[in-house]
């Protein structure tokens, strides 16, 4: 076998390994922390639901986004629970035209470019985690 060949072949077996090892570590992680990221999630649908029933939907992404920015880098999970908290909230206050002109879920291209420019509006440009959660709102207004 070439030299050149049993290379590639080591590294592609290390690099299936790696991925293997960081499924199985993802999915152990999260077995071993459901209870908790369940309970979060519903204290945050619960926050979400109380803060929007005295609130206006626009107040509802200002507070997710606040929110937002507690989040670790890569923190997935809080990210997660504060889109939860952010489509409670809308469902609950009080319409202030914030849902016109949101795209419907089916619409990803025209979501996606919407986040965008609404991330820029509020002060977020460029923030994939700021989109991440406001993709919650085409989720969100699509439900009323």
Do not use: Y
Not at 2 to 16: Q, T
Not at 43 to 48: D, I, S, V
Not at 52 to 57: E, K, L, M, V
Not at 119 to 136: I, V
């Amino acid at each position: 076998m070439p030299k050149g060949l049993k290379v590639v072949l080591i590294l592609l077996g290390i690099a299936i390994g790696c991925v293997g090892l960081f499924v199985g570590g993802t999915w152990w992680w999260v077995s071993s922390n459901r209870d908790r990221i369940m309970k979060d999630a519903r204290a945050e649908k619960k926050a979400g639901k109380a803060f929007g029933a005295t609130h206006a939907q626009s107040a509802c992404v200002d507070d997710a986004l606040a929110q937002l920015k507690s989040c670790g880098l890569l923190d997935l999970v809080c990210e997660a629970t504060t889109k939860v908290r952010l489509g409670s909230c809308i469902s609950v206050a009080r319409s202030d035209g914030t849902c016109s002109g949101v795209p419907g879920p089916s619409e990803l291209v025209k979501g996606a470019l919407w986040a965008t420019e609404e991330c820029k509006r509020r002060g977020q440009p460029g923030s994939q985690a700021c989109g991440r959660l406001l993709r919650g709102v085409v989720e969100a207004c699509a439900a009323q």
